[in-house]
């Protein structure tokens, strides 16, 4: 990747012109290269101020040598063609943008100043063991099977076949889902299953009902092998995203962490109940559910998304409309930090890595934004947490320490 293309591709961005996959690619690249990348993009927005940065930097032969190097290919009209809009990518708040020529030669300047000299080593990760990370790989299908009679498999090392026969309901493993084929019981006991994804595995189910469940990392489903009389009960742990099937005369019923519960006839929601999270949320995408816990109950809409606090905070039930495209990112293999935590963005990245986070001098106070894929190794997403100016270092054992 040049330096003119990625001046060309900066220009095309700052006059909030689409950029093609490619295009977002190199940007997303060049902003993760080095913090420095990214206070430059911000002084973009200001031609003296960049011409005060510039100064400091370079000496004026530079600055022309720059000017001429750029000049012609800023200008020439040889972009990448704009295939599809996506949302892009950014940590920086974004402003005006200026359309004069001297901004096209500041970029230039910003540019070539970046990818020919440096930043006198700075460019390179303070940490000494980044580049171990490389060999850490993004989650996956997988997860533990625990039968009613405590025997465990391993789904992940399973080809597809027959994984059980319990009370006539056959277990089968087939293309990385777990399916429940109900056939003639022969007895009148229940027996129950649980679903374990560790952190890094997620997976998906189907229940005896024909309801689907996807289970996000690191994350727990009970369930019935069949299910019996006048309800269909499930309890969870975690992030699963269900769609009921419809049994008007047998309510489906979610028990959240044993502190609430969802009652549906037949829909799809999302519900996030992870212990290390401060509430419980319970989001609808369609049809309609039944909030309850100790304290209160409430109706769901399609769009809204009901809270439930812990302990002490448990004694009401908090509703509002959310960004349904949002909470399902995980399903739709991305992350969206808009409008993100830095506790928020660590507690994914050590879900979904298997990484335990530990802050060095309590949490630093980041708000994040855009979407990164989850199919990322771990070195590449946390170059974009350091162009954003987190800082860290990577300790044995799998251990990110944020510092502050």
């Known amino acids: 990747m040049g330096h003119e293309y990625i001046a060309a591709v900066i220009y095309k961005y700052l006059q909030d012109e689409s950029l093609s996959d490619e295009e977002q690619l190199a940007l997303d690249q060049w902003l993760a290269k080095a913090k420095i990348n990214g206070s430059v993009f911000e002084r973009l927005q200001n031609e003296s101020d960049l011409k005060a940065y510039l100064q400091q930097r370079m000496d004026p032969v530079g600055v022309e040598e720059a000017f001429d190097t750029f000049k012609g290919a800023v200008y020439a009209d040889n972009r990448t063609t704009v295939i599809a809009e996506r949302p892009r990518v950014h940590f920086l708040p974004r402003r005006n943008r200026a359309t004069a020529a001297a901004i096209i030669f500041l970029l230039a300047t910003a540019a070539y100043l970046l990818f020919q000299y440096g930043n006198n080593g700075q460019q390179k990760l303070a940490n000494a063991g980044m580049h171990a990370l490389a060999a850490i790989k993004p989650g996956k299908q997988g997860a533990i ?23 006539g309901t056959n277990v089968v493993l087939e293309n990385g889902k777990l399916t429940y084929a109900r056939g003639q019981a022969t007895t009148a006991e229940v027996l129950f299953n649980t679903m374990t994804t560790p952190k ?5 189910l189907l229940l ?70 401060n509430s419980m949320h319970t989001t609808l995408l369609d049809g309609s559910v039944r909030v309850t816990n100790a ?25 509002q409309a959310v960004d349904i495209d949002r909470v399902m990112a995980w399903k ?4 969206d930090f808009e409008g993100a935590t830095l506790a928020e963005v660590m507690n994914q990245i050590s879900r979904w890595y298997d990484m335990e986070i530990i802050y060095e001098k309590g949490i630093p106070s980041f ?32 251990r990110l320490i944020v510092m502050p």
């Open 145 to 167: 099977l625990t039968l009613s009679n405590g025997r465990q498999v391993v789904l992940d090392s399973l080809g597809n076949g027959l994984v059980a026969t319990q009370n």
């Open 200 to 204: 890094g595995r997620q997976f998906q």
């Open 208 to 277: 005896p009902d024909g309801t689907r469940v996807w289970l996000n990392a690191a994350s727990t489903l009970s369930y019935p092998t069949t299910f019996t009389g006048g309800e269909r009960r499930v309890s969870i742990t975690g992030e699963a995203y269900f769609e009921v099937a419809k049994n008007a005369g047998m309510p489906f019923k979610v028990t959240i962490n044993d502190q609430a519960e969802i009652e549906v006839l037949g829909t799809n929601f999302n519900v996030n109940a992870y212990t290390d999270e």
């Open 295 to 319: 304290h209160d109950k409430t109706v769901l809409i399609p769009g809204q998304q009901a809270s439930v606090g812990r302990g002490k905070s448990s004694s009401g039930i908090k509703v």
């Open 332 to 335: 739709n293999n991305l992350f």
């Open 367 to 398: 708000e994040f934004g855009g979407k990164i894929r989850r199919d990322l190794t771990l070195d590449n997403l946390l170059k974009f947490l350091e162009g954003a100016g987190v800082h860290f270092r990577i300790e044995e054992g799998r």
